[in-house]
């Protein structure tokens, strides 16, 4: 029986690989940093929480990290815990830093200290492509990260390297595309749509305010993504990849199509700030536009090209941009009683 350690297990991915790795017969740990109230609803929604056993660990604490490797004694080491929301980390840049950034050596030292044989996965992101240099987006296509999150994830990726290249640790980086899904964070903007849109059809809410609609993204489904993640791990030598759907839409297109979704036919009146969606039928309006949301520097296009995946893994993605839209607004209806 293989032994995997996850930091981050209480986030979206973590969940989703937990209960992957149960699933192919892995005994998981779960590393889960200390809050008065803990939160483990994402492994309870996949049914995984009793499977996992869960352990306190902060990524900012290279000892805790130390003692639970050699106690745990995991084959591999998925990094999925950071600051991961880009709109904080402009208010928050020196405790992404901490985590995001500096977190990733801590983990790293605590893998060669305790056993450099242990295999290491690092959640990279597609937000180190920032201001794009080409489209779409390749391992090789050069980086140009646009904010304080970005910055910190570009660190953890070339170290990552560095470790395999100078220690040889099999240290693996998965560059991966907007993944979402139900379980997404309800600060993410697919979640917050969803979780919008499902009120507003259910009479709970009358609008929502929303930022940048025209910014454009890969959106693909989380739970197909950590199974790459898992690929990765698996092969002779570690190595970096892409993983994304090939496919990028607006802001606007997804809260077009959630409505839809509900049997709401949306339009939109008004110029940049001022610009407005009305539901057709009514006249009233469902969303607008809040500068609160605009960001200090904005990613404007993201499109990943995964056929390196495809080709050294196998890696496709099944769940396109419709269906994980209707996907999530469908789960957002369930959860309102
Ligand atoms: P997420 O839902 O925000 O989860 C982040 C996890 O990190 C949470 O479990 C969080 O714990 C944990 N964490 C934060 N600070 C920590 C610390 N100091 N010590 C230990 N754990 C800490 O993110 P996700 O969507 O699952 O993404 C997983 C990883 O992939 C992240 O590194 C993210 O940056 C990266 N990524 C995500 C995407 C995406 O589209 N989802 C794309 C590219 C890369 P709490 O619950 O206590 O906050
Ligand atoms: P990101 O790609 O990791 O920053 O993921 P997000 O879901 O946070 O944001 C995706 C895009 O949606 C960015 O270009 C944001 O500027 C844009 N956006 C527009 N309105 C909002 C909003 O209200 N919340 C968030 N989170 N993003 C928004």
């Known amino acids: 029986m293989k032994t995997a350690f996850i930091t981050g297990i209480t ?41 996992v056993e869960l352990i306190e660990l902060d990524i900012l604490d290279t000892g805790n990290m130390v003692r639970a490797f050699s106690k745990y004694l995991p084959d591999e080491v998925y990094n999925l815990a950071a600051q991961s929301f880009v709109a904080v980390s402009f208010e928050k840049p020196v405790l992404t830093g901490d985590i995001t950034a500096i977190g990733v050596t801590k983990v790293l030292e605590a893998i060669r200290i305790c056993n450099p044989k242990i295999k290491f996965y690092q959640a990279s992101s597609s937000e180190m492509f920032g201001k794009v240099m080409e489209t779409p987006q390749k391992e090789t296509t050069p980086f140009y990260p646009k904010s ?160 390196k995946a495809k080709e050294k893994l196998g890696w496709e993605p099944m769940v396109r941009f419709n269906k994980l839209v209707e996907m999530m607004v469908e789960a957002d209806l369930k959860r309102i009683k």
């Open 148 to 307: 304080p999150y970005a910055v910190a994830k570009l660190y953890g990726h070339w170290l990552t390297i560095v470790y395999r290249e100078s220690f040889d640790i099999y240290g693996c980086s998965g560059i991966l595309f907007n993944h979402e899904s139900p379980l997404r964070g309800i600060e993410f903007v697919t979640r917050k749509v969803s979780d919008a849109v499902a009120r507003i059809k259910k009479g709970k809410q009358k609008f929502f305010d929303i930022g940048n609609i025209d910014a454009k993204r890969d959106w693909g489904f989380a739970e197909e993504y950590v199974r790459g993640m898992w690929l990765m791990m698996q092969q002779d030598t570690a190595d970096d990849y892409i993983l994304a759907t090939n496919e990028t839409h607006t802001v606007r297109e997804f809260i077009e199509h959630a409505f839809r979704y509900v049997d709401m036919d949306i339009a939109w009146i008004g110029h940049g700030i001022n610009e407005t969606a009305i539901d057709k039928k009514t006249g009233k309006t469902v969303v607008k536009i809040n500068p609160k949301f605009f960001r200090p520097g904005e990613v404007d296009l993201l499109l990943g090209d995964y056929s």
């Open 11 to 51: 986030g979206q991915d973590g969940a989703y690989l937990a209960k992957y790795l149960l699933e192919k017969g892995y005994k998981v740990y779960g590393g889960f940093r200390r809050t008065s109230t803990p939160n483990f609803w994402r492994l309870e929604e996949l049914n995984a929480l009793h499977d």
